[in-house]
């Protein structure tokens, strides 16, 4: 299993951009690279990188829900060039979130369906699975 570390976007941003930019455009984001950047520089979210890995990252969050007060570990971007980076992650993922208390594993994505039905336009779909502690 690959162990993820915090890492300073500064000393990345040359080729964490690059694939930033690939996810924002597949995926119709509405951010732009740099304003993932600006939330990393402003502590609001983490580059995570694996030991030994200069090819993919991984950008979170933590936060608390509103009402339940569970943590949730937020991924806002997940990128390998080669492989599948939410399976090559996956482990890492669950064990820092672990780490870190939270309940849930959270993404969101703008996948298509409804609105070809008429009337229906996606903003974001969420997708959330609950960490088992043992």
């Known amino acids: 299993m690959k162990t993820l570390t915090v890492a300073n976007i500064r000393e990345h941003w040359s080729w964490v951009r690059p694939g930033l930019a690939e996810i924002a455009r597949e ?3 509405a951010w732009l690279p740099e304003d993932i ?3 990393i520089r402003a502590g609001s979210a983490s580059l995570l990188l694996a030991e030994g890995d200069t090819s993919g990252f991984l950008v979170a969050k933590v936060y608390t829900e509103a009402y339940e007060g569970a943590k949730v570990f937020y991924i806002i971007a997940c990128f390998h060039p080669a492989e599948n980076a939410q399976q090559l992650y996956g482990k890492a993922v669950d064990a820092m979130a672990e780490e870190l208390g939270c309940a849930f594993v959270e ?3 703008r996948r298509r369906g409804f609105e ?4 229906w336009e ?9 960490l088992n502690y043992g």
Not at 116 to 119: A, C, E, L, S
Not at 122 to 130: G, K, Q, S
């Open 27 to 29: 995926n119709d984001a």
């Open 37 to 39: 950047y600006a939330s």
């Open 107 to 109: 993404f969101d994505s």
């Open 116 to 119: 070809r039905q008429g009337g």
């Open 122 to 130: 996606i903003d974001r779909i969420v997708y959330r699975r609950r």
